[in-house]
């Protein structure tokens, strides 16, 4: 075996899609020392969108004050290429920003995400691509809204905002709920976030509330468009106000990196996530490798031309759940890194959880 790539998701609440990959090459090392190995650092949105697009194309990484869910100040990163800007909206609106007992998302506010696309358009950038994913707001966007009209609408009015005119908005998500509903962004997402019952349906009369004063107003309506419900409705705001196209994060992110080319010589490919069950084939990001990667009846690939190119993908992950629905959708081997019995607080170390991916490397036999 001579080329192997590594791209395995971020441990959620553990390690960073790079540490990950670290880990992995460095079970490769000991298993097979003269192998090639590519590390691609990935992300389908959330935690670590931001680091995976510097990775790939590069550019400044720029620093911004700005509010975090509960209005506090937070310094938040975003990324800039020529005229183009990556933001990844748990930088600014991001539950792992709040303590456990601070959670509320009926007060939590995506204002910080509005002030990085204000800095954005300010500094001349004229795409803006935005990671939907991790947030702990279930606003629709409104804060966001209200941040952009604070910067640019002497009149306090969105109609008055037209700075924004020439931009063009991608947003990556791999939610396709709509806004509203039992399966909008208030009864899926929210309780996560710290909502109870009746929170929820507060939020989701709130979020139906704005749907139909926004279509009213704007004169179309946005409200279940696939994506509508990503990051507490967030991406309705995209959607609806800055007429944002919504692409799969995964996809997205493997195009800028040329991750078919990558795949011509290859002999493997290593992917996970934290936690593997059926729900990895909805859309998750070792489901997008896979089907780049390796051609099968249910997995057939989305660049549309031509076919996969039939490198073998090995699959791992913290937990693994229906394993044969795994192997039966095209991945090659599927390996949970910890052994049984070891206690979940243990196992989410992240020295613990290195050690243990470099030795289910070395001990797994390789398709």
């Not at 959607?239 to 011509?264: K, P, V, W």
């Not at 996969?308 to 991945?331: C, K, N, S, T, W």
Request: glycine share 10%; charged share 20%; proline share 5%.
């Amino acid at each position: 075996m001579k080329k192997i790539i590594v791209a395995i998701d971020s441990f959620k609440g553990c390690l960073t899609s790079v540490e990950a990959n670290q880990a992995a090459c460095e079970g490769i090392s000991s298993k097979m020392p003269v192998a090639q190995v590519v590390q691609v650092p990935v992300s389908d949105g959330g935690e670590g969108w931001l680091e995976a697009f510097y990775a790939a194309m590069g550019g400044e990484l720029v620093e911004v004050n700005v509010k975090d869910p509960l209005m506090r100040p937070v310094v938040a990163q975003y990324l800039v290429q020529g005229d183009t800007a990556v933001i990844e909206i748990a930088k600014a609106s991001g539950l792992t920003l709040l303590k456990p007992e601070e959670r509320n998302p009926m007060v939590a506010t995506s204002y910080g995400t509005g002030q990085l696309v204000v800095d954005a358009v300010r500094r001349g950038c004229m795409r803006i691509i935005v990671g939907l994913g991790g947030s702990a707001t279930s606003d629709c966007g409104i804060g966001m809204l209200r941040a952009i009209i604070d910067a640019f609408a002497k009149n306090g009015n969105w109609d008055d905002v037209h700075e924004l005119n020439d931009v063009r908005f991608t947003i990556a998500t791999d939610v396709t709920n709509p806004l509203c509903g039992e399966n909008g962004a208030a009864h899926v997402f929210a309780p996560q976030k710290g909502a109870s019952h009746d929170d929820v349906l507060a939020l989701d009369a709130r979020a139906k509330r704005f749907a139909e004063a926004s279509a009213k107003h704007l004169g179309h309506d946005c409200q279940n468009m696939p994506g509508a419900g990503a990051a507490g409705g967030l991406g309705y705001a995209f959607l609806q106000y800055m007429h944002a196209e919504c692409r799969s994060g995964i996809d997205l992110l493997l195009n800028t990196i040329h991750f078919d080319d990558l795949l011509q010589d290859a002999d493997l490919v290593i992917t996970g996530e934290g936690s593997a069950d059926r729900q990895t084939l909805m859309g998750k990001l070792p489901f997008g490798i896979l089907q780049r990667a390796q051609p099968h009846p249910l997995t057939p690939s989305p660049r549309g031309k031509g076919e996969a190119y039939g490198v073998p993908v090995m699959l791992i992950a913290g937990r693994i759940a229906d394993e044969q629905i795994l192997l039966d959708a095209g991945f090659a081997r599927v390996a949970c890194i910890n052994p049984p019995g070891l206690p979940l607080e243990i196992a989410m170390q992240p020295a613990t959880a290195k050690e243990n991916i470099k030795t289910t490397i070395i001990h797994t036999r390789f398709p």
